[in-house]
């Protein structure tokens, strides 16, 4: 649960510009602020069933987005890389600062 969770999460954070404001709130409260269903449903005055729907919906539609647009796993990639690069600076020129800088940098794209 915990890996579908972080899964979520960083879906949510590539796409959720995407989403409808309900979506977003929904997802929000669900995966970020760990609100229940019926916690959710209560708020908004809707069934828990509802509630569930739409977060169910919502997650096919951020994987659906991440099968078409794969943002979040170019970041994975990038990721690795970056960790892969700063070893090889870290073992083959641990003296060269400005190179390591350039790498902080890119890394703050992230």
Not at 5 to 11: C, I, V
Not at 61 to 71: H, I, P, S
Not at 87 to 98: L, Q
């Amino acid at each position: 649960m915990l890996e579908k969770t972080t899964r979520m999460n960083y879906l949510y954070d590539f796409y959720q510009s995407l989403l409808t404001p309900k979506q977003r709130n929904y997802m929000s409260l669900y995966y970020l602020d760990d609100y229940s269903l019926g916690e959710i449903a209560e708020e908004y005055e809707v069934s828990r069933q509802a509630v569930y729907d739409n977060i169910k919906r919502t997650e096919a539609m951020l994987e659906d987005y991440e099968q078409k647009l794969l943002l979040f796993q170019k970041f994975q990639q990038r990721h690795k890389l970056l960790h892969r690069l700063k070893a090889h600076i870290a073992e083959r020129y641990p003296n060269d600062e400005e190179l390591m800088r350039i790498v902080v940098e890119l890394e703050k794209l992230e």
